[in-house]
């Protein structure tokens, strides 16, 4: 395996909390004060959930898409991989139906996006750029050792046992407008907590099985809060938790719920 020696951030579930991934990004040194690139070489993944709960996800999208950019133009990187709550965004934008068949949600698709903490000026500001860059998010990647995936779940594996093939599924299913399949999809990119008590020694050890199918030595997601599912005080988030005997990080600090935006820088962490 060949690492890049350059600087490798991750950061996941922004959710519309603009200002403080700006103020995160800036205290990281990837960024200035006027919230424009200054990373130099480094590279930036984030790991989805831009949109929902938050006061600005288009904002957060729109600031990611310039970086992206401006990064790109001095030789560094900006990825972004794709989370539950786009899909529950475009689910509530492309397919609103009151009736999906075999789901009581009421309201179907908006009903439930509202419900998981949608944002009424998120979906009126959503542009048809806005939904070609999230239809063109992949799902994982592995990047000097770390599978980044957005959720702490073995459902990837029902998409495809490469994350060639997972990428490529996930983009079919965003392509779909069939209402049963998008009811399906996300609860496949939602469900949570497959790794938390995982051990190397199990047999059929959900950790061992995801970084021996997709590749990686550690698994590295966001999804799942500090606060609520991992049991840290709000104001004692500091840093990613790694857990599962060490081979997972999960690194979302869980903003919307007192907790803070975490820049995490991959290549400084010790094995």
Not at 221 to 227: A, E, K
Request: hydrophobic share 40%; aromatic share 8%; net charge negative.
């Amino acid at each position: 395996m060949t690492v890049d020696q350059t600087p490798l951030f991750v950061v996941a579930d922004v959710h519309g909390h603009r200002a403080e991934l700006r103020n995160a990004l800036q205290d990281a040194g990837l960024t200035d004060a006027a919230g424009h690139w200054s990373g130099a070489d480094a590279r930036l993944w984030l790991l989805g959930d831009y949109v929902d709960r938050g006061p600005d996800g288009i904002g957060v999208i729109d600031d990611v898409r310039r970086l992206t950019g401006e990064a790109a133009g001095v030789g560094g990187e900006v990825h972004a991989l794709l989370g539950n709550h786009e899909v529950q965004l475009l689910a509530a934008y492309l397919l609103d139906t009151s009736t999906v068949p075999g789901w009581q949600q009421q309201d179907g698709f908006r009903g439930a996006w509202a419900r998981f903490g949608g944002r009424d000026d998120d979906l009126r500001r959503l542009r048809d750029e806005h939904i070609s860059w999230i239809v063109s998010r992949p799902a994982m990647a592995v990047v000097d050792g770390y599978l980044l995936v957005h959720s702490d779940t073995t459902r990837y594996l029902e998409f495809g046992d490469s994350v060639a093939a997972v990428n490529a599924e996930v983009a079919k299913a965003l392509a779909s407008r069939d209402a049963a399949g998008w009811l399906a999809f996300c609860y496949q990119m939602s469900d949570r907590g497959a790794f938390r008590d995982s051990e190397p020694a199990k047999p059929d050890d959900p950790v061992a099985t995801m970084l021996g199918t997709y590749g990686g030595e550690v698994l590295v997601h966001g999804h799942s809060t500090l606060t609520k599912h991992f049991g840290v005080a709000p104001g004692e988030v500091r840093e990613a938790l790694r857990y599962a005997d060490g081979r997972v990080l999960a690194i979302d600090g869980g903003a919307y719920e007192g907790g803070r935006i975490l820049v995490t820088r991959l290549d400084d962490l010790t094995s």
